[in-house]
């Protein structure tokens, strides 16, 4: 079945820098990479997603690069805020399955 | 739009009973429903993906007997958990797929589900 890594598992980063967060996959058969942005004790929301034909995708000062090579895609978050301090979590997706990374617990230090 | 609802919320019962988790996409209709487990500070495990009218397909590990899933209508999905025991005490998270062809998900607000 579908293995999917996330680095790093915390990460810290002054208010206004940027902050990168890595997933690699296993199964050539997923095309669809989500991220999510989880809230303590509230539901997962997307925050921008690519399909296996785009390389890159951007939106605001949030982008996403995928590797189909490599199986491996990140999460950019570029001037980062104190209100993007959460859990994020990566997936990787076919139609019928869905495997979610391990999560990054984001902290933007103000 | 593409709302999903989650009822209860939180619900506490005691070892031995079942209890119901109901999800509805408020407005589309859903093909297909999943079902996830989240345990404190840890990552969405799939337990199990429901397709309307048609039996769950789950996850390796998942006990498909103690955690029946119907999928009776393009806008509900029901998990039952049956004799519920102190350790499926968890966060439990159902999701809707969109239209025909699409890949995004959109979640409910979670179910936290205390067995004592």
Known sequence: GENVEQ?????????????????????????????????????PQLIIDIRSNVGEKKDQRIAVTLNKTAKHFSLHITETQPEDSAVYFCAAMGYQKVTFGTGTKLQVIP | GAVVSQHPSRVICKSGTSVKIECRSLDFQATTMFWYRQFPKQSLMLMATSNEGSKATYEQ????????????????????????????????????????????????????????
Do not use: M
């Not at chain 2, 890949?103 to 205390?114: C, I, N, V």
């Open chain 2, 61 to 116: 590990g998942v006990e498909k007997d103690k955690f029946l899933i119907n999928h009776a209508s393009l806008t509900l999905s029901t998990l039952t958990v049956t004799s519920a025991h102190p350790e499926d005490s968890s966060f439990y998270i159902c999701s809707a797929r969109g239209p025909l062809g699409s890949y995004e998900q959109y979640f409910g607000p979670g179910t936290r589900l205390t067995v004592t």
């Open chain 1, 7 to 43: 680095h790093p598992s915390t990460l810290s980063v002054q208010e206004g820098d940027s902050a990168v967060i890595k997933c690699t996959y296993s199964d050539s058969a997923s095309n669809y990479f989500p991220w999510y942005k989880q809230e303590l004790g509230k539901r």
